[in-house]
């Protein structure tokens, strides 16, 4: 099993800045990927951003040059920087943890942390 402490969601104002940080524990093995996901009220879950175990990053368009996915594999943790922040950026932002045992993939969860941008 695989547990997590996700932190840094709240409420910013347009234009604002908000530092998301997933912390993940338990039975981890080989890291493969990390990334955070979000999904506003009735839209489908998104990616925002990832990150693999050498470093590439990926980023939705939508979130390119204003936000800032990064990991610190010592400690299992991974974080994304959000500047310039929009209200269509107000969702429930998820991490997802991409552990590969042997040759197969299992993705893991977070609970879920809120980020509302809103005057």
């Known amino acids: 099993q695989v547990q997590f402490v996700e932190s840094g969601g709240g409420l910013v104002q347009p234009g604002g800045s908000l530092r998301l940080s997933c912390a993940a524990s338990g039975s981890i093995s080989s890291i493969y990927a990390m990334g955070w996901y979000r999904q506003a009220p009735g839209r489908q879950r998104e990616l925002v951003a990832s990150?693999?175990?050498?470093?590439?990053?990926n980023y939705a368009d939508s979130v390119k040059g204003r936000f800032t996915i990064s990991a610190d594999n010592a400690k299992n943790t991974v974080y994304l920087q959000m500047n310039s922040l929009k209200p269509e950026d107000t969702a429930v932002y998820y991490c997802?943890?991409?552990?590969?045992?042997?040759?197969?993939?299992?993705?893991?969860w977070g609970q879920g942390t809120q980020v509302t941008v809103s005057s």
């Open positions: 990150i693999i175990s050498g470093g590439s990053t």
């Open positions: 997802k943890i991409r552990l590969k045992v042997i040759s197969m993939l299992y993705d893991y």
